[in-house]
């Protein structure tokens, strides 16, 4: 299967879990961060999960979390631009149901 973004860097550590499972190529990829416990809801949010243009402008971004899947999705309102880089950041603030947070926070450089 063809790559459509380009993964520029990633968080030191996370990069072999970083994959495309893409079936159709759209400006609208939906980010798809899985976890291994239950997560607190009010914690996933758009202050600790943001994706930023290459100037640092925050794009308006719709964030769910899946408790049956331990998925959170990250999706743009509008398009990504083609040639555009972007940074998807998700910071220490994620907390589990028990109130443990993130060891680290977790940067992905992609460019459409």
Do not use: C
Request: net charge neutral.
């Amino acid at each position: 299967m063809a790559s459509y973004l380009e993964i520029k860097n990633v968080s030191d550590g996370y990069l072999s879990k970083v994959r495309q499972d893409l079936k159709f190529k759209t400006g609208n990829f939906v980010w798809k961060i899985f976890f291994n416990i239950p997560l607190n809801p009010a914690t996933v949010n758009n202050q600790n999960l943001t994706v930023l243009d290459s100037s640092g402008k925050p794009l308006k971004t719709s964030i769910s979390y899946n408790p049956e899947t331990l998925a959170i999705e990250v999706s743009p309102k509008e398009p990504y631009a083609q040639g555009e880089s972007y940074f998807l950041h998700v910071n220490k603030l994620v907390e589990s149901k028990g109130g443990q947070r993130l060891k680290d926070e977790i940067d992905i450089e992609f460019s459409v």
